[in-house]
């Protein structure tokens, strides 16, 4: 089964760049990688998610390697609010790859310094 | 637009008894799920469904019943509460569509098992 691995924990200082690494070895070519992000007591959050091409929305980016064997979540400028635990998760196609489930990893704890 | 409500928040179960963790959500989402989260484990899928009718197993089934009668209601099931089920859970939904359009995950149930 295709595994993802994490940092435990990282820390950054607010209003810089952070870059949450995952590795995905045993992905499979039609699996999607995706992000979420859970704040302390609420459930998790959609953040981003792609393919083989890097990807950008209003939240963050997502640069996925050329082999898509690991895949890094950017956010350009952390502020406080963007301490949370953030999960690297891949999408197992199931039913002819009309639909699957996402397989999550263990989470890295990001912390933000004022 | 009430996204993905779980109830109760908190439960209290002494070990043999049962009870029914409920999930409702109001997106017309084909595609919903639960998942356990544990220290240190990260997010494990238990049950699934893809449309009313259909349910299937994820990682983690055992100790666990779910059906899918509607659209919008996805029940969890406990039939014989264990101390190794005292956990926080987490529904989630989705559209149905190839690589997953994001997931929206309701706040959780924590659960204690004594």
């Known amino acids: 089964d295709a595994k993802t691995t994490q940092p435990n924990s990282m820390e950054s200082n607010e209003e810089e760049p952070v870059h949450l690494p995952c590795n995905h070895s045993?992905?499979?070519?039609?699996?999607?990688i995706h992000w979420y992000r859970q704040l302390p007591s609420q459930g998790p959050e959609y953040v981003i998610h792609?393919?083989?091409s890097n990807v950008n929305n209003r939240m963050a980016s997502l640069a996925i390697a050329e082999d898509r064997k690991s895949s890094t979540l950017i956010l350009h400028r952390a502020t406080l609010r963007d301490a949370a635990v953030y999960y690297c998760a891949h999408y197992r196609s199931n039913y002819g790859g009309s639909q699957g489930n996402l397989i999550f990893g263990k989470g890295t704890k990001l912390s933000v310094k004022p | 637009n009430a996204g993905v409500t779980q109830t109760p928040k908190f439960q209290v179960l002494k070990t043999g008894q049962s009870m029914t963790l409920q999930c409702a959500q109001d997106?017309?989402?084909?595609?919903m799920s639960w998942y356990r989260q544990d220290p240190g484990m990260g997010l494990r899928l238990i049950h699934y469904?893809?449309?009313?009718?259909i349910t299937d197993q994820g990682e983690v089934p055992n100790g666990y019943n779910v059906s899918r009668s509607t659209t919008e209601d996805f029940p969890l099931r406990l039939l014989s509460a264990a101390p190794s089920q005292t956990s926080v859970y987490f529904c989630?939904?989705?559209?149905w569509g190839t690589g997953g359009l994001g997931y929206t995950f309701g706040s959780g149930t924590r659960l204690t098992v004594v």
């Open positions: 045993t992905i499979s070519g039609t699996d999607y």
């Open positions: 989630a939904s989705s559209y």
């Open positions: 997106m017309n989402h084909e595609y």
């Open positions: 469904s893809v449309g009313a009718g």
């Open positions: 792609g393919l083989t």
